[in-house]
C-alpha cells in the first residue's frame, strides 16, 4: 500500500498571486500542441503555416476553457448550477468536461476553418495526434491534486488519497495518463505519420480515446453526486460510447 505525497497544489505563491500545478499543466498541454504542430508544418505534414497555428492554438484554447466548463455544468451538474448560475464561471473552484471541451475545440475549429478557408476534416486531421500529451498534462495535474481518484483496491500499488478514506485506491488519474495520454498520442503520430485517407486519423481518435477511455473508467471511482448509471456504467462511459461508434462509422466511410 502506497500514500498518496499530497502534493502542495499551489506550485509557487507570488504575493496574491499563485501558480498551481493544474493550471500549469494546462500551460503545457498548449506548449505541447504548438511544438508538435510546428514540427508537423516542418514535416510537410499539415494543412496550414506556422502563421495560421497561432490561430489554431488562440481557437483551441477557447475551444477547451468555455466547452469544458459548459460540459461540466450540462452533463454532470445541471441541477446545481441553474439553481447557482453564477457559479459556472467560477472555472477556479475545478469542474471541467472532456467531451465538453472536446465539443468545444471541434466548434472553434470550424470557425478557424472557414475563417481560413480550409477543409476541417483535413484541419481536424492535423489537430488529433496533438492532443493526447495535454490529455495526459491533465490527468498528471488530477494526479498531483489527489483528486478523481481511483476505486478500492488490492493490488500492491493501491494508493491511499487524502479525503477517499482510509483503504487504498487505483491510482487511476496514472493509468488514464498512460492510456488516453501516451498510448493513444504514440498509436496517432504513428498513424499519421504517411498520408491518410481525410477524417481517418480523426476516425482512429475517435475510437482510441473513446474505447481507452471507456477501458479507464472502470478503475476510476465514480462521480460522488452521480454514481454508476444505467448497466453500471459512468458518465464518462456513457459519453465515450457515441466518440466510438462515430469513429468506427467514419473510419469505415473513409475507406469507401
Not at 94 to 103: I, N
Request: glycine content about 12%.
Amino acid at each position: 500500500m502506497l500514500l498518496h505525497p499530497n502534493f502542495d497544489p499551489v506550485l509557487l505563491s507570488l504575493g496574491p498571486l499563485a501558480v498551481r500545478w493544474y493550471g500549469l499543466m494546462y500551460l503545457l498541454a498548449f506548449a505541447s500542441f504548438w511544438w508538435l504542430g510546428a514540427r508537423r508544418i516542418q514535416a510537410g505534414l499539415a494543412p496550414i503555416t506556422r502563421a495560421q497555428l497561432d490561430d489554431l492554438l488562440f481557437g483551441g484554447i477557447v475551444g477547451v476553457i468555455l466547452g469544458g466548463r459548459l460540459g461540466y455544468v450540462l452533463f454532470y451538474k445541471p441541477d446545481y448550477y441553474l439553481s447557482h448560475p453564477l457559479e459556472i464561471f467560477a472555472i477556479w473552484q475545478g469542474g471541467m468536461s472532456f467531451h465538453g471541451g472536446f465539443l468545444g475545440v471541434l466548434a472553434a475549429m470550424a470557425l478557424v476553418a472557414r475563417r481560413q478557408r480550409l477543409n476541417w476534416w483535413d484541419l481536424m486531421d492535423y489537430v488529433a495526434p496533438l492532443v493526447p500529451i495535454g490529455l495526459a498534462a491533465g490527468r498528471l495535474g488530477n494526479f498531483i491534486n489527489g483528486e478523481l481518484w481511483g476505486r478500492v483496491t488490492d493490488v500492491s500499488w493501491g494508493m491511499v488519497f487524502r479525503g477517499a478514506g482510509p483503504l487504498p485506491r487505483h491510482p487511476s488519474q496514472l493509468y488514464q495518463m498512460a492510456l488516453e495520454g501516451l498510448a493513444l498520442f504514440a498509436l496517432l503520430w504513428w498513424f499519421s505519420a504517411r498520408p491518410r485517407p481525410r477524417a481517418q486519423v480523426s476516425a482512429l481518435f475517435l475510437i482510441g480515446y473513446g474505447a481507452l477511455r471507456f477501458l479507464g473508467e472502470f478503475a476510476r471511482e465514480p462521480d460522488a453526486f452521480l454514481g454508476l448509471l444505467a448497466l453500471n456504467l459512468t458518465m464518462g462511459q456513457w459519453l465515450s460510447l457515441p466518440m466510438i461508434l462515430i469513429g468506427i462509422w467514419l473510419f469505415t466511410r473513409s475507406r469507401a
